[in-house]
Each structure stands twice: as structure tokens, then as C-alpha cells.
């Protein structure tokens, strides 16, 4: 277990020494995760004055790519673009969520949670120690 934990703290080290001094280029990388949620739901029938609320609770897996590059200004700024797509098998249903059952009427929501694609910009200040402190 320390070659491990000894090993981790290198690389994190190396990772921050090299981007602490340039932050341009491009990059890449995987995500993988566990997606839950219980979103609230309403319900408006025509002709009827009442709204209906309800919840479903969906959980499951969520995993995507990315890709982005950034550049540096000045030494003082980082700007940058960022591509991805996710991919999910969240869903969940609840019967009855509107408590509207009856003898002749059985109510069920589903919910499923779609694929995913984005763009996203991103920008920053770089922050270095004050001279004082070195």
C-alpha cells in the first residue's frame, strides 16, 4: 500500500509542476460515475383546475469522453474550449406518482435520463505566489 500511495503523490506532483509554468495544449480524457436523482413532476389535465405532483427516484451509470485545448495570455490568463459526449443507463418509473389511481385507471411515470453532448468555455486567472513568499 505505500509504493502505491508513494507512487499517486509523485504523479500528482509531476502533473502540477508541469501545468503550474504552462497551461497550453490540448487534452483528453474519460469519466465514469454513479447518476441519482429524484426530480419533482407535475401533472395539468385539461379542463381540470387541479396540478398533480409527484417524484420518481432514477439512479445509474453515467460515462463519457472529452477533449479540449487551452491556451495562455500574457502569463496571467488561460483560455480554452472543451468537447464531450456522455452516455447513460439512468432510468426509474413510479407507479401511481400523482395518486390519481382508481378502479378503472392505473397511473405510471418512467423516466430515463438520454445521452448527452456539449460544448463548454472555459477561462481563468493563474495564481502564483506572491514573491514574498518564496
Request: no cysteine; proline share 5%.
Amino acid at each position: 500500500m505505500k509504493v502505491l500511495l508513494a507512487g499517486t503523490s509523485i504523479l500528482v506532483l509531476t502533473i502540477a509542476t508541469a501545468h503550474a509554468q504552462n497551461f497550453d495544449g490540448g487534452y483528453a480524457g474519460a469519466q465514469f460515475g454513479y447518476v441519482t436523482g429524484e426530480p419533482d413532476l407535475e401533472l395539468r389535465i385539461p379542463g381540470d383546475p387541479a396540478t398533480y405532483a409527484g417524484t420518481i427516484d432514477y439512479d445509474g451509470w453515467d460515462g463519457g469522453v472529452f477533449g479540449g485545448y487551452r491556451r495562455t495570455y500574457q502569463d496571467t490568463f488561460v483560455l480554452g474550449a472543451e468537447l464531450g459526449a456522455n452516455w447513460s443507463n439512468a432510468d426509474g418509473s413510479q407507479g401511481d406518482p400523482f395518486r390519481l389511481d382508481g378502479p378503472d385507471f392505473r397511473s405510471t411515470a418512467m423516466l430515463e435520463k438520454n445521452d448527452e453532448f456539449y460544448i463548454s468555455l472555459k477561462a481563468g486567472a493563474i495564481v502564483q505566489p506572491s514573491p514574498s513568499s518564496t
